[in-house]
C-alpha cells in the first residue's frame, strides 16, 4: 500500500504542475478520473481490469477547445531516456478517444512532453522489433513539447 500512496503523492504533485502549465497558457482546467472518486471506488479500481482505471486525469477548455490529459509523472528512464507506458494504459486510451472523439487524450509525461495513444502504440508496433511486454518504450525525442500543444504561458515557469 505504501508503494501505491507514494506513486498517487509524485502523481499528485505532477497533475498539480501539469495544470498550473495550462491554466497559465489560458486553459480552463478540472480533475477528473481516479483521483476524484472516494478512497472506496479508488480501492475498487485497483482490483479491476476495466478501462475506467486509465481515465484521463484532467479535462480542459479553451474557447471551444476541449482535451483531456493523462499525467504520467514518472518518465522518462533516467538511464534510456525512453517513456514507459502501460500497454493496458495505452489501448484504454484508444478506447476512451474511440468513445469521446473529437476530444484528444494527451499523456503529459514528467518533463512535460506530451503523446497520445495512438503515438505510443505507432512508435512502438512500427518497428522492426515491437514492444511485446506489460509496458511500451517510447523515444522521449518522438513527443512534443507542452508549447506546441497546449501553447505558450505567460505566467508559467518550469522548475528544473
Not at 21 to 40: D, I, N
Amino acid at each position: 500500500m505504501t508503494d501505491w500512496l507514494a506513486r498517487k503523492t509524485i502523481g499528485d504533485q505532477h497533475e498539480h504542475t501539469v495544470k498550473n502549465a495550462l491554466e497559465a497558457r489560458g486553459w480552463t482546467v478540472h480533475p477528473s478520473g481516479q483521483g476524484t472518486y472516494p478512497a472506496p471506488i479508488q480501492q475498487a479500481l485497483r482490483h479491476t481490469p476495466s478501462a475506467l482505471r486509465y481515465f484521463p486525469d484532467l479535462i480542459a477548455a479553451r474557447g471551444s477547445e476541449l482535451v483531456t490529459i493523462d499525467a504520467k509523472s514518472r518518465m522518462p528512464s533516467t538511464t534510456s531516456r525512453n517513456y514507459a507506458i502501460s500497454h493496458k494504459c495505452a489501448l484504454a486510451g484508444l478506447q476512451f478517444m474511440g468513445v469521446h472523439a473529437p476530444v484528444p487524450l494527451y499523456y503529459v509525461l514528467g518533463d512535460l512532453r506530451v503523446l497520445t495513444p495512438a503515438e505510443v502504440l505507432y512508435n512502438t508496433f512500427h518497428t522492426l522489433h515491437p514492444t511485446n511486454g506489460a509496458y511500451h518504450l517510447v523515444s522521449s525525442q518522438r513527443a512534443l513539447p507542452f508549447d506546441d500543444v497546449f501553447g505558450t504561458g505567460t505566467t508559467y515557469e518550469h522548475a528544473a
